[in-house]
Structure formats: C-alpha cells, structure tokens
C-alpha cells in the first residue's frame, strides 16, 4: 500500500530535547521505517520551518520525508498552527490529486495534522485514519490556567475523532476520554506503540557511575506534566541514590533554561542538591547506555498518552516506578515489571523508589518479566502489523467522512 504519515509539528528529523523533538517524532520516525520493513510505500509529510530543508529527502530507512511550505519558513509554536492548517492541507491535496503519487490511506498525528489532512482527504478521495498522542480536554484539566492551547482544541478533536475513518488510539485512558467527548466507540482501534529492540537491550555499554551510590534515572523534555519536581521532592526519602535527568536542551544550554533552574532550586531547598544531575538532550543512539546504567526507572508524569520512555527502559533490562496514569498504567504492570503510584504523590514515590532499590531480588525479577513483556507485546513490527490491517481496512470501505464543524 501507499501511505502517507502526516506529522505538521513534529519531524522525524527532530532531535532528542529540542523543541517538539519528544515522543511524536521518535513514533512517526519508527512507524515509517517497519512500515517500509512490512513492505509499504511511505511518504512523511511535515512543515518545513527553515529555507534550508530540501523539499524531500530520502532516508536510510526506505521512507521518504516530504517538507511541507506551509506557514512561514521558521518554527511556529505547535498550538500557534491553526492559521496554517489550511494551507498545509490544500498543499497536500494539490500533490495527490495532481502529482504521481496518490496515498491509499493516510494517516494523520496530532489533532492539527488531522485538520490538514482531513482538509485534503475529503478533496482526494484518500481515507483519513487519526492518531491523536494528546487531547486538549487533558491537558486543560492538568495545566488549569496554564494551559494557552487554542480555546476550540477541544471542538477540533471532537469533529475529527467523529469525521476520521479511523482512530488510533494508544492506551486505555484515552479510549474513555474519547467516548465522554462524544467520539464513537466503534470507530476506534487500541494499538500500542512500539520499541526499537536493537537500540534499546539489556547487554552493551552503560555510562559510568559510582558503583557504590544508586542510581535512579527519568527522561523526558524539561516541562512540568512529566513530573521531574515529583522527583526531585520524592529525594528526601531515599537516602544516598543519585537522581539523573535525561532531556531538555543541550548540557551547555541548561543553565539558561527555565525549567532547569526551577528544578535546581527546588533541589537546594529539598538538600539534595547534591544528589541531582541535570545531563541535558542527548542523541537518541545514547540513550541506552543511560538506561542500562540505573538502578530505577521513574516515570512519573500527570498526564502520558503513550508513555515511551517506560517502554525503552524495560527493553534495557531497567526496572520501573511509574505513575498510574495513561500509557504508564498500560505499559508498566503493577508488582510484576515495576510499581505504580498516584501521580502528583511525592511521599508514595520516594517510598516505592526506596523498597525497590532496598530489595535487589525484586529488581531482578521485574527487570525479567519486562523484557519478556516487551519481546512479547510492545516491538515496531507488531504495531505495523496491525496498523496494516486497519489500513487496508479503511481502504476497502472507502470514505463517508461528514463535514467537521
């Protein structure tokens, strides 16, 4: 089949802790290279945001990336891209329509991808599947006042998840928030993300560190839903371990970060300071010798749709303490491959932190069980394997999208 991967905001080109360089571009990246493995033909599409990007370019992997001249030729914010969606999308129905290449199906990531595409679906006749990786709804019930997303967010996801042929959705949780938004049950298909099983193992190289202090390590972008002061307040109760942070900006630029001093400073007024290591983005081929190097792994955000930092420590052989949310509660199985906590609960973390690095046999038998969880449920080939099927099952059917409100 031809399938198109719309992802406006986020390349698979983005790099490790830069901006809108998280989990989205690693997905769409690893979705395309074992779609191109199962035998499809695979064109990303994404906004090109500085002159200098090529109009496409090939990759390693067999896909072909597509800059889009949508909007102006610099990095737009992600929830400032309304004003360009439509442009975005009339952009893609001219190459479909016109060109040599017409997808069989295309599938959008993000709610602003799914307004382009959907734009240019109805206009081509190409059947529209939609994955969302976060709903506004979330993210204004976590972030209250701060959440400065577009205020009809929530509307635009309603529509879509209704107009789609399909929805991908990626955990639990995000099913039963789409049924109380409104969106059809039927209309969608639970389908795990994956890990990349070669970079991500147990046996290789791990970062040096001090063999006789404990290490807990969490990764992420430097923003406030993943939780990184839960960490840092959960400290206290765990005496001697070291606490390794992995994301955000380049080491050289954390001291001008925001985030990061904030985190410093609650560390100091905590006295663990001296038990905080902030290392910065780091290249995605390196994240492994990390993960291998600690003793725990602490994911605790508020709100994860598809929790993939859980997913690539368990494939290095890492036990995990996360919390009970989203695709952290999917993907963690409580008392078999780590321990789950409620989120925003330092005391329950440092507590669980604690019993797990006091109890070595447990490590072991957690670290166990999430390698054979991982070989067994959570590989790139699987989840191409099941997205063919809903491919080829929207294809069949044809379109009968209604128009978005």
Not at 176 to 182: P, Q
Not at 212 to 239: C, S, Y
Not at 293 to 302: G, R, T
């Amino acid at each position: 089949m031809r399938i198109a991967l719309i992802s406006g905001h986020a390349s698979p080109f983005a790099v490790l802790g830069a901006e809108d360089g998280g989990g989205q571009s690693t997905h769409v990246a690893e979705l395309a290279a074992a779609l191109v493995g199962t035998g499809h033909d695979v064109r990303v599409y994404t906004r090109r945001d500085s002159p200098t990007l090529a109009d496409a370019v090939g990759t390693d992997a067999g896909y072909q990336v597509l800059h889009v001249p949508a909007g102006p030729e610099r990095r737009v914010p992600t929830d400032e891209l309304l004003p360009h969606l439509g442009e975005f999308g009339r952009w893609l129905a001219e190459q479909w329509r016109g060109g040599n290449w017409t997808p069989d199906v295309a599938h959008a990531h993000h709610w602003t991808s799914g307004l382009s595409t959907l734009h240019a679906g109805r206009r081509t006749g190409v059947p529209v599947v939609l994955t969302y990786h976060s709903l506004g709804a979330v993210k204004r019930r976590h972030q209250g006042g701060r959440d400065i997303g577009p205020p009809g967010r929530v509307g635009y996801e309603r529509a879509l998840g209704r107009a789609a042929d399909r929805v991908v959705v990626q955990c639990q949780d995000e099913i039963g928030e789409l049924v109380r938004m409104g969106v059809p049950r039927g209309r969608m298909t639970l389908v795990p993300a994956g890990v990349d099983r070669e970079l991500f193992r147990p046996d290789g190289p791990a970062v040096p560190r001090d063999p006789a202090r404990p290490r807990i390590l969490t990764v992420g972008a430097l923003v406030e839903r993943k939780g990184f002061q839960d960490v840092v307040r959960a400290l206290p109760a765990v005496p001697d371990a070291e606490c390794v942070v992995v994301g955000g900006p380049a080491a050289e630029l954390l001291p001008a970060d925001p985030f990061a001093r904030r985190l410093r400073a609650l560390a100091e007024s905590c006295g663990v300071a001296d038990r905080l290591r902030l290392v910065g983005g780091v290249p995605r081929a390196e994240l492994s010798r990390w993960y291998r190097s600690a003793d725990v792994l602490v994911a605790a955000p508020w709100y994860e749709p598809f929790a993939l930092t859980p997913l690539e420590g368990m494939a290095c052989g890492v036990p995990v303490v996360g919390t009970n949310v989203g695709g952290v509660a999917d993907t963690v199985v409580d008392g078999l491959t780590g321990d789950l906590v409620p989120p925003r609960d330092p005391w329950a973390l440092g507590r669980a932190i604690r019993r797990l690095l006091s109890d070595p046999t447990r490590r072991f038998a957690y670290a166990t069980a999430a390698l054979d969880r991982i070989r067994s449920s959570y590989s790139w080939k699987r989840a191409a394997e099941q997205l063919s099927a809903v491919y080829a099952s929207v294809a069949a059917v044809g379109r009968s999208v209604p128009a978005v409100a």
